[in-house]
C-alpha cells in the first residue's frame, strides 16, 4: 500500500470554494476529467448538510506492461460522494475508483475548511493498494505508478482549481451591481 498526501491553503473564503467545486470541471490543466454526472443530490432537512453522489469519467495513459498484464482501456470512472457542512463550514469528499478496482483501489478523501475569512485549507489523502498478492513486485510496481499519476493529477487539480476560483473571483468583481 501506498499514501499521498497534501495540505495547502487557498486564497479565497470558505463559501467561494464550494462554489468553485461545482465548476472545477472541465478545466484546461485536468483535461483527463472528460465527463461528471451527478447520481443523487440530497438535502438533510435537519443539519442542512448537502450530500452529493457524482461519477467522474476521466481519460488515462496507463503504461503498456499494466495494459498487457490486466486489459482495460484508458476509459476510467470514479465515484465522489460529498458532503457540504454550512453549519460547520466543512466539506470531505471521499472518491474511489470504479474502473479496474479488482486488480487497484485508490481512496481518496479531501477536506475544505475555513483557515481565516478569506483562506480556505484543502486536505487530500489517497490510499492506493494494489489486489495481487502473488505478484508482490508487480503490485508494488503498480502502485507506485498509480501514486505517481495520483500526485500528477493532484498538482494539476490544484493549478486548474486555483484557475476556476479566480475566474470566479474576476466574474464576481466585474459583474454589475443591482440598482
Not at 470558505?14 to 440530497?42: E, F, L, Q
Request: aromatic share 10%; net charge neutral.
Amino acid at each position: 500500500m501506498h499514501f499521498f498526501s497534501q495540505t495547502f491553503n487557498y486564497d479565497h473564503p470558505w463559501a467561494h470554494v464550494v462554489i468553485g467545486m461545482w465548476h472545477k470541471y472541465p478545466n484546461s490543466k485536468c483535461t483527463h476529467v472528460v465527463s461528471i454526472d451527478t447520481i443523487d443530490r440530497t438535502v438533510d432537512p435537519v443539519t442542512g448538510i448537502i450530500r452529493t453522489e457524482r461519477v467522474m469519467g476521466c481519460k488515462q495513459k496507463a503504461p503498456l506492461w499494466i495494459v498487457k498484464l490486466f486489459g482495460g482501456s484508458e476509459d476510467a470512472f470514479v465515484r465522489e460522494i460529498s458532503f457540504v457542512d454550512p453549519a460547520t463550514q466543512n466539506v470531505t469528499i471521499t472518491s474511489v475508483n470504479l474502473s479496474l478496482s479488482q486488480f487497484a483501489t485508490c481512496n481518496e478523501l479531501i477536506r475544505y475548511s475555513p483557515a481565516s475569512p478569506t483562506h480556505t485549507l484543502f486536505s487530500q489523502t489517497a490510499e492506493i493498494q494494489a489486489r495481487m498478492a502473488l505478484w508482490r513486485s508487480a503490485a508494488d510496481g503498480l502502485e507506485k505508478w498509480l501514486v505517481q499519476r495520483f500526485e500528477q493529477n493532484a498538482h494539476l487539480g490544484k493549478l486548474g482549481f486555483t484557475d476556476v476560483l479566480r475566474n470566479l473571483w474576476e466574474e464576481r468583481h466585474r459583474a454589475p451591481s443591482p440598482s
